[in-house]
Nanobody, 120 residues
Framework: QVRLVESGGGLVQAGGSLRLSCAASGTILSIYTMGWHRQAPGKQRELVAHITSGGSTNYADSVKGRFTISRDNAKNTVYLQMNSLKPEDTAVYYC??????????????WGQGTQVSVSS
């Protein structure tokens, strides 16, 4: 089994920063793309950023220049540094990973989510 656990969410004032972490564990053979999505109340889940195993990144237009995604392949961990936060960034943030495990087929796994709240 593969498990993703997020941490680092919380309440912050507009203009502040937070750093999210997501660690993958379990019977992992390889991790390909890792990413962050978010879902605000009443809205669909949307992609925030993703990063390939080679380090190529992609960002939603709404976060470009403010958020930075990175990963530590040795620790099977992906990070999201969020700066200049805005109230509209308030959402539950989910990490996901495309994983090949030892005992099952390659699949997409999701964390349980972490709440980020930005006050004005």
């Amino acid at each position: 089994q593969v498990r993703l656990v997020e941490s680092g969410g919380g309440l912050v004032q507009a203009g502040g920063s937070l750093r999210l972490s997501c660690a993958a564990s379990g019977t992992i053979l390889s991790i390909y793309t890792m990413g962050w999505h978010r879902q605000a109340p009443g809205k669909q889940r949307e992609l925030v950023a993703h990063i390939t195993s080679g380090g190529s990144t992609n960002y939603a237009d709404s976060v470009k220049g403010r958020f930075t995604i990175s990963r530590d392949n040795a620790k099977n961990t992906v990070y999201l540094q969020m700066n200049s936060l805005k109230p509209e960034d308030t959402a539950v943030y989910y990490c996901n990973a495309d994983v090949q495990s030892y005992f099952s087929r390659r699949d997409d796994y999701w964390g349980q989510g972490t709440q980020v709240s930005v006050s004005s």
